[in-house]
């Protein structure tokens, strides 16, 4: 785009606006979306430990019969944590990362709809899970009316109504202290950034593509981020609701769960799970896409069924609605409903199925390369197909009433998220590595990285499958001996232990293979979609032209024909065009427009934790002032942002040294 | 929408001149020429998406309303037995009800000034809407304190808590509705009218009025007038 005029008097605001690319102010003040997916992958995984020392401390706790390692109270504050962390704020940021940093790239745009929204919900994010995690700090736990109080040290002041926060636990009434309302405030807030960003991914993906990049070209990790985005889009404001009237519960008096004063808990269940079922595909559909996306690459083989992979796609998102009761078959719902639901659940199989046979119909007869991201994408195939199958059994409704709230339930869910999203993330950290950094990571240690992690995982979860079908229950901080459960717990330990030697061995690498990797060059898998037309790192504008897609898979086949019997052939032109798309991809031969950096969206982040505080403490002195301030910080926020221009006039050259 | 009136002054920075650069149209930077893939602008698209969002949003509690509406909370610790339906005042939340129907048309009319480029006209709608507006919302809140008056306060009982939860948070949505009406009326007044992008502003406040008139539409079928 031509630049438009001579000097004109730069825009009125109310701070310098900020300018600069680098150092620490260029971080808090971005609104590059490969930026933002950074801070959002970094800020995810320090939370990801958080919640695995969390783990830890739980299975220290279980190693032993009868152990005292822990404080029942303190228990029900680490499984709470453990669980709303690697959610909320592990696996869906996680995701957001790989949304924001991959999205637009592999679409063809510069940048997201909504640049500076983009902004605004990782930074709502980060200050919300900061919020969630100060209860550890200023939280009370208090006992309920009439009963008594215990010593609780700093471990169990954080929530402990458990991730999904079941009424009337979690209510006025049996949760006197803070730390519950710091885990609904917490949680509404995180939903909001998610919602923000739901919003902001579905108008970059329908308004945003290159030319010639129709909706079925996608790639189908694209399809898929659409398909989370509208899940998100229409589960959060349940959930924003069910936690508005906890919120109330709790704050000012309203009985939607006091079930003594004619209020309904079990409302809390339909509303908690109507948001939690599409939320578990929030979590998996994510890894899906990015399997989906490694698997063709490794087999040389295009995806097997595209159509009917994305299709699936689409119809486990529908049908992620209408499956929520069967997490509440022991909630005396009625026989009807637990069948339908029970029926509507085992048909959710289907399209889950489609895609499993659809992953090994491309892999078949491929030429596989079995390196890191293969392997862990291997390893998703095979780990979700367990916990699938277990998943199955929980449909048939008297067969769950066994085994819920047992640890048959725990082994399930973790096979399908650690197991599952947990690998298929791995897999695109690998994947997508040297796009992000120009450099190639340690095939080696990721190799052992990934055999580690596959040996601690089963260690630590297949054994709960028995654990939990020989009635050892969920949620208990101890188990007698003459359960004769110990065994098995042990094992369990230790497999904890060895899959956070693995975690530490993918560190290492991370940190290592980042600055000291062998450089990566372009195009470094052979790959088939538009990012890897980009050279890594990838550059600020990311695009030196903009591309035009003639069909699916459209670099690939800008580099190989086929010969008779199907086979790819190599296109004599293909070196020339990586050299081309280097060329052009570092020096773009037009100057290019981009969203100026502002500080409005981290403002808006820190001023709304403050309301939670403010509401949190209402009662005191300075409750209520200090509501006003975060709500002052907003609205002037936004009133900045009104007037702020989206891009400075002294941008112009961007593309032309960068 | 060249006919709509460019603003000029010295200081002006969202003149008609910048109107490539400051409308956070994801092309501009974007570059990939003039085109968004649906033919409809980001931010109208945006408003659209979020629309639908909220229609879950006021689904949930609606629902939250209806399941604790026919319930008899006699027997129940902690409660006053006083239901919302008793105390509905019909006439009055119809005229209020019109009111807020009327301030729709009246955005409607802001809009259409705003495409023929009078933008007196255009201001004298927005305040007309706005004012309307907050008829609506001075109505619910006499509403309210003629409840609280009564005996029902949101603690009263269940479906108590779920009336004031349904039409609290509805009333929040009139009044950030007329916050925006406001700040247009106000930037409009400041530079001597709205630019084409800014115009674009009144076209997204004006969608999600229209939307928030139309879930009171439900909200008045469903809690006052179904018994």
Redesign the interface.
């Known amino acids: 785009?031509a630049t438009?005029?001579d000097a004109?008097?730069v825009?009125?605001t109310i701070f310098r606006r900020p300018a600069g690319h680098t150092g620490f102010w260029s971080w808090i003040t971005t609104t590059d979306h490969k930026k933002i997916g950074i801070m959002y992958g970094y800020t995810a995984f320090v939370f990801f430990i958080l919640g695995g020392l969390e783990a830890l401390v739980l299975r220290i706790q279980l190693a032993v019969p009868e152990n005292t390692f822990l404080s029942a109270a303190e228990y029900n504050a680490m499984f709470t944590m453990h669980g709303t962390t690697m959610i909320f704020l592990f696996v869906m940021p996680v995701s957001a990362a790989f949304f924001n940093y991959l999205l637009p790239l592999m679409i063809g745009?510069?940048?997201?709809?909504?640049?500076r929204m983009n902004a605004v919900s990782f930074w709502i994010f980060f200050f919300g899970g900061v919020f969630l995690y100060t209860s550890f700090i200023f939280g009370t736990t208090g006992p309920p009316e009439g009963g008594f109080a215990a010593e609780v040290s700093r471990l169990g002041t954080a929530p402990n109504g458990g991730w999904f926060g079941y009424a009337p636990n979690s209510g006025a009434q049996f949760s006197t202290g803070t730390v519950l309302d710091y885990w609904s405030l917490g949680l509404q807030i995180l939903g909001l950034a998610s919602?923000i960003s739901?919003?902001?991914f579905?108008?970059?993906v329908?308004?945003?593509?290159?030319?010639g990049?129709s909706l079925l070209r996608m790639p189908v990790f694209v399809w898929m981020t659409t398909v989370v985005a509208f899940l998100l889009?229409?589960?959060?404001?349940?959930i924003?609701?069910?936690l508005?009237?906890i919120t109330?519960d709790r704050q000012?008096?309203?009985?939607?769960f006091?079930a003594?004063?004619?209020?309904?808990p079990v409302?809390w269940q339909h509303?908690f799970w109507l948001f939690g079922h599409p939320e578990v595909y929030i979590l998996i559909l994510p890894a899906m896409g990015i399997v989906s996306e490694v698997l063709p690459t490794f087999s040389r083989k295009p995806l097997f069924g595209y159509p009917a992979v994305v299709f699936a796609g689409a119809a486990i998102g529908f049908m992620g609605f209408g499956v929520w009761a069967h997490h509440m078959f022991s909630s005396g719902v009625t026989p009807i409903t637990q069948a339908a639901f029970g029926l509507s659940t085992m048909a959710i199989a289907i399209p889950t199925g489609i895609k499993i046979f659809n992953w090994l119909g491309t892999m078949w007869g491929g030429r596989i390369t079995l390196n890191t991201p293969m392997l862990f994408s291997i390893g998703f195939v095979a780990m979700f197909v367990i916990g699938g199958l277990s998943g199955v059994t929980h449909a048939v409704v008297p067969a769950d009433w066994q085994q819920t709230d047992t640890y048959y339930i725990v082994a399930h869910f973790h096979y399908v998220l650690f197991g599952g999203a947990i690998f298929g993330l791995f897999s695109g950290l690998y994947y997508w590595f040297p796009l992000l950094t120009g450099r190639m990571y340690n095939e080696t240690l990721g190799k052992i990285h990934f055999w580690i992690l596959m040996l601690g995982f089963n260690m630590t979860f297949a054994p709960m499958h028995w654990l939990g079908l020989n009635g050892m229950v969920r949620r208990t901080w101890v188990y007698a001996n003459e359960a004769e459960l110990a065994q098995w717990n042990m094992v369990v330990t230790v497999g904890a232990f060895i899959i956070a030697v693995g975690v530490a061995v993918f560190m290492a690498n991370w940190m290592y293979s980042k600055r000291n990797g062998p450089k990566a060059g372009m195009d470094p898998w052979d790959a088939r979609t538009l990012e890897w037309t980009i050279p890594g790192p990838t550059p600020n504008y990311n695009f030196g032209v903009?591309p035009v897609v003639t069909s699916l898979d459209d670099f690939w086949h800008k580099k190989y024909s086929e010969d008779s019997e199907g086979r790819p052939v190599r296109r004599p032109e293909a070196d020339t065009l990586l050299a081309e798309l280097e060329e052009t991809g570092l020096n773009p031969p037009a100057p290019?427009?981009?969203?100026a950096p502002s500080y409005y969206p981290f403002m808006v982040g820190v001023a709304i934790p403050i309301m939670g505080y403010g509401v949190i403490y209402k009662d005191q002195a300075f409750g209520i002032p200090l509501a006003l301030v975060g709500m002052l910080i907003l609205v002037g926020s936004f009133a900045g942002w009104?007037?702020e221009?989206?891009?400075l006039?002294e941008d112009h050259e961007e593309g032309d040294h960068a | 929408m060249a006919d709509i009136a460019h603003v000029d002054g010295p200081t002006d920075e969202d003149g008609p001149v910048d109107d490539n650069h400051d409308n956070g149209h994801g092309d501009e930077h974007g570059g990939h020429g003039d085109h968004e893939s649906t033919g409809t602008d980001n931010r109208k698209l945006g408003m659209w998406v979020f629309l639908s969002s909220e229609f879950m949003f006021f689904g949930a509690l609606i629902s939250n309303y209806l399941l604790f509406k026919g319930r008899d909370f006699t027997g129940f610790d902690r409660i006053t037995l006083i239901y919302p339906i008793e105390l509905y005042d019909i006439p009055f939340t119809s005229i209020s009800s019109f009111v807020l129907l009327m301030s729709s048309l009246t955005m409607v009319l802001a809009h259409d000034a705003l495409a023929s480029g009078d933008q007196n006209r255009t201001r004298v709608w927005l305040a007309a809407t706005g004012m309307l507006g907050m008829v609506f919302v001075g109505g619910q809140f006499f509403e309210f304190s003629e409840f609280i008056h009564e005996g029902m306060t949101i603690s009263s009982n269940p479906a108590a808590s779920a009336f004031y939860m349904l039409t609290g948070f509805h009333g929040a949505h009139v009044f950030i509705g007329i916050l925006m009406l406001l700040s247009l009326w106000g930037i409009s007044r400041r530079q001597g009218g709205l630019t084409e992008d800014q115009g674009l502003n009144l076209e997204l406040v004006g969608l999600y009025w229209h939307f928030v008139d139309i879930i009171w539409i439900v909200i008045f079928t469903i809690v006052y007038l179904i018994p």
Do not use: C, Q, Y
Not at chain 1, 233 to 238: C, D, G, H, M
């Open positions: 785009m438009t005029t004109r008097p825009a009125r745009a510069r940048d997201v709809a909504f640049p919602l739901s919003v902001n579905i108008v970059t329908f308004n945003m593509r290159a030319k990049m889009l229409f589960s959060i404001p349940i924003a609701v069910a508005f009237m109330f000012f008096g309203t009985l939607f006091d003594a004063a004619g209020g309904d409302l509303l903009n290019i427009h981009l969203p009104g007037v221009p989206l891009e006039d």
